[in-house]
């Protein structure tokens, strides 16, 4: 058998992430011909199939997803020469990949962002917006570098780096019976008029383990909501109907009317930990430490002084 060769392990990886041959040539700069005959050419030199083309979209044949993964870890690790190299002659420039979950990236993204790329011209930083299972598999995938999430329980195979604790707040319609209440404790929440984000959210799961099962009550509800934004939630509250839990940067620059309606909880207070995620083998640690360093500074003093208080913290 010839020497595979790392172009090659590319456009494998290139069809195996796009799950299309002419989207994956259009990442790889080639005409999609060109793509399939190399790869074609490599399932002839190793005498097996590695996708299947009658499935659409294409999917890995049962031993060409082994390929595969061999193929990332084998990429990877080459990668990862050029990245301690670069570590360690203090070089901070190139390309940062970050996931972000969506209850995270309204709020803090415009925080640091304008910051960051002043401070540091010679990063090119990608941001993309994503659930957090989804940033987990990229993670394992090498497509991206970061995640800025509430880390996972198991740590096995990620390095977590705390950032902050956001507590828990409370936004309530005016006529809500919870307004006028001073002392509001987690089990005073009735979750039949609570709206929730939909399935798939971390805070959705965050929420209803706070509650308990209580959440199963909102199937009785006139109203059901299916929704991926904190902003309709809150937007929905605002037309008198119940309530809803938000992390705290949602609210930090509302109008004084807005805040009207928030509610803090009094005793232990139901927060999340947000955490820098990324995968063990990460190499630019150098990188990961300047944007730790930019978000930290760039966090209001409501956030920020979390440390200090007694927190609930939650790992999904």
């Known amino acids: ?79 990862k020469i050029q990245d301690i190299i670069e570590d360690s002659q203090g070089s901070i420039s190139g390309e940062l990949r970050i996931g972000i979950i969506p209850t995270l990236a309204p709020y803090l993204l415009p925080r640091f962002v304008n910051s960051f790329v002043t401070n540091f011209p010679q990063i090119k930083l990608i941001l993309e917006e994503q659930l957090s299972d989804l940033i987990l598999d990229n993670l394992s995938k090498d497509l991206l570098d970061v995640a800025i ?3 996972p329980q198991n740590h096995q195979k990620v390095q977590v780096i705390p950032l902050f604790q956001e507590e828990f707040v409370g936004y309530f319609s005016l006529d809500h019976p919870l307004f006028e209440k001073n002392d509001m404790r987690l089990w005073d929440l009735d979750t039949s008029d609570m709206w929730l984000l939909k399935e798939g959210h971390c805070f959705r799961d965050q ?7 209580n959440h199963l009550k909102q199937h009785d509800r006139s109203i059901l909501l299916e929704s991926g934004s904190l902003e309709t939630l809150k937007n929905i509250v605002d037309q008198q109907l119940g309530f809803t839990l938000l992390p705290e940067l949602a609210s930090i620059n509302w109008t004084s009317e807005q805040k009207r309606r928030l509610k803090r909880f009094k005793g232990e207070k139901p927060a999340r930990e947000v955490s820098l995620v990324m995968h063990r083998s990460f190499m630019k640690q150098r990188l990961i430490e300047v944007l730790r360093r930019e978000i930290v500074n760039c966090l209001p003093a409501e956030v920020a002084r979390h440390e200090a208080k007694k927190i609930i913290q939650w790992n999904p």
Request: glycine content about 6%; hydrophobic content about 40%; overall charge positive.
């Open 149 to 151: 999430m509430v880390a």
């Open 207 to 213: 929420v209803e383990h706070l509650c308990g099962n």
């Open 1 to 79: 058998m010839n020497n595979l060769t790392i172009t090659q392990l590319e456009y494998v990886i290139a069809v195996d992430t796009h799950r299309n041959f002419a989207k994956a040539a259009a990442h790889c700069f080639i005409t999609q011909p060109t793509l399939s005959m190399q790869i074609k050419k490599l399932e002839d030199q190793l005498g097996i199939l590695i996708f299947d083309r009658s499935k659409k979209p294409v999917l890995p044949t049962s031993i060409g997803g082994k390929i595969i993964d061999q193929a990332r870890s084998s990429l990877n690790s080459l990668g």
